[in-house]
């Protein structure tokens, strides 16, 4: 296999990907390139979804502009994309003298970021807005444009609409070599495949400091830093209306509790150093201390509502901030590295700020097809009963429950298929098959005999998340 390109980006992250849709605003003919099965297979799929407000990073820096720039952009890019997003605003608690000091150190901050509606709200304004916080609470930062989405479903939106728009993404493909060949980049696979391309970008995550150094550019260190979550079972009422913070340290924002966009609860996450780039296993010691820190935040927290836990990993960079430039030496190649928090609110606007320094580089024209609209999956659980009858006439298996947990027919399972699924986790990020109280101890033989029905593969081919990560061995009976 042999293509060539104007473009192509290293990693579908939810910053390639927004980097790709924005390329494909202009003429150009544009790739990523992704070593896993699906998108989202990075820190993309395990953080905390939160649309920071920006008063946290340093000012000057690319984190505090890219940041306040993504949020201002948010809701309209999510409107765009038809992608849950739902600004219920944050606090910052403090509980002593000290960390009420911080609280008015980030309401500075944030005033020089250009945050706009920072407040620091008195311990009864908190008690009546947020009545099951600790009564030891002093006082808190109130961010009224700080949000919440769903970083999957933004990132898997981002790569249909890219798609939608003409630019191709090329899976298990594994960058392991980086080659000049005149003007072009010779990009080659793990597996003996290449391309050719005129401007390279690496937004590797974790991995891009091997990526930068195997293309020959500048030379810098991500460190792997592990955050671990619970998720709890849907409550009947919200402990939590808005995100709860607690004042940052050095070792980041520190462990939050807030709503979900889906209406769990999470809880999360802890920060620590480890050797392992991939390594996503969650301990007992770092659950122990997000449930104790948690607990200090909202007492009523019970372990008996946990349904999952998860880890996932910030690709934490030596130089302190974004790496986003243009290499030095190597022209045309252009890193998007050490993309740590505040990275998936900071991605939309970075898509816009490399996809406008790329055209000018390539003096592509606009591409008057562009169209910026993508809509999702219809949801069985989301509609009405007339709709729901509606749609089960023209598609009788939209009335074919397949997750009763999550409320998930057969069609979603299958048009999410149609939209470029083909793991287990590919379904249930897309559909949340899987993802309720029995985390797919009933649906996940249903949503394994659907796709390999669809793709016209056996079961046993079937995997979780690509990999060898299959769940069937052997066929022992019947068909
Ligand atoms: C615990 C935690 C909590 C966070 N909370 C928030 C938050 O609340 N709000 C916020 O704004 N940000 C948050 N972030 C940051 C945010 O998640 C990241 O900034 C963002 O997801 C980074 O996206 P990315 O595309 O750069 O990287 P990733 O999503 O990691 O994508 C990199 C991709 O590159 C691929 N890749 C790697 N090497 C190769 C190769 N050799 N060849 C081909 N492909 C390759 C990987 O498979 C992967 O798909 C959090 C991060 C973590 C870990």
């Keep these: 296999m042999s293509r060539i390109y104007d473009v192509a980006v290293i990693g579908a992250g939810v910053v390639g990907m927004s980097i ?35 008063y946290d990073p340093i000012e000057g820096t690319k984190k505090a502009r890219f940041n306040v720039e993504g ?42 970021n250009g945050v706009k509606g920072l407040e620091i709200k008195s311990q009864e304004w908190v008690f009546e ?26 990132t898997v939106a981002l790569f249909e609409n890219a798609i939608q728009n003409g630019a191709d ?79 940052p340290t050095e070792k ?32 007992q010691e770092g659950l122990d201390e997000v449930f104790e820190k948690a607990r200090k935040v909202l007492p009523s927290l019970s372990k ?33 590295a050490g993309i740590e928090s505040p990275g998936l609110t900071a991605s939309l606007a970075i898509g816009r700020y490399i996809a406008e320094l790329v055209s000018r580089k390539l003096n592509a024209k606009r591409n008057l097809n562009f169209n910026p609209y993508r809509e999702d999956i219809k949801r069985f659980s989301k509609l009405s009963d007339e709709e729901k009858e509606r749609m089960i006439k023209l598609y ?14 057969e069609y979603e399972i299958v048009e999410a298929i149609k939209r470029g699924a083909r793991t287990i986790d590919g379904i249930k990020r897309r559909t949340r098959a899987g993802m309720g109280r029995c985390q797919g101890g009933f649906c996940t033989p249903r949503v394994i005999d659907i796709l390999s029905r669809e793709l016209g593969v056996s079961k046993t081919q079937i995997t979780k998340f690509g990999k060898g990560s299959y769940i069937l061995t052997e066929k022992r009976w019947g068909k």
Excluded: W
């Design 71 to 112: 949020n201002n952009i948010f809701a309209d890019v999510c409107n765009e994309l038809d992608v849950e997003y739902k600004m219920i605003g944050s606090l910052v608690v403090a509980f002593d003298d000290y960390e009420i000091n911080v609280l008015e150190e980030l309401l500075q901050r944030g005033k020089r």
């Design 304 to 336: 008996r509502d946990v349904i999952t836990i998860f880890s996932g990993i910030r690709a934490t960079p030596d130089t302190h901030d974004f790496i986003i430039e243009e290499d030095e030496d190597v022209k045309n190649f252009i890193n998007v």
């Design 129 to 154: 807005n947020e009545p099951n916080l600790s009564r030891n609470i002093k006082a808190a930062l109130f961010a009224p444009y700080s949000g919440i989405t769903n970083p999957y479903k933004l």
């Design 396 to 409: 009788p298996s939209f009335g074919n429950i397949v997750c009763r947990c999550e409320l998930v027919s």
């Design 20 to 54: 790709l849709r924005e390329l494909t605003r202009y003429r150009l003919k544009v790739c990523s390139l992704e070593k896993m099965e699906d998108v989202a297979e990075g820190a993309s799929k395990a953080n905390s979804g939160i649309v920071h407000a920006g």
């Design 169 to 247: 993404v090329i899976f298990r493909f594994e960058v392991c070599k980086i080659e000049k060949d005149g003007d072009y980049f010779v990009v080659h696979s793990a597996d003996s495949r290449f391309i050719k391309t005129r401007v390279l970008i690496n937004c590797a995550g974790v991995h891009a400091d091997e990526i930068s150094k195997m293309a020959g550019a500048k030379l810098f260190k991500i460190y792997p830093r592990r955050g671990q979550y619970y998720i709890l079972d849907k409550p009947e009422k919200m402990p939590v209306a808005r995100v709860i913070f607690q004042v």
């Design 252 to 283: 980041g924002k520190g462990i939050l509790v807030t709503p979900t966009v889906d209406g769990n609860v999470l809880v999360g996450p802890n920060s620590e150093y480890i050797d392992s780039k991939d390594d996503t296993a969650t301990t």
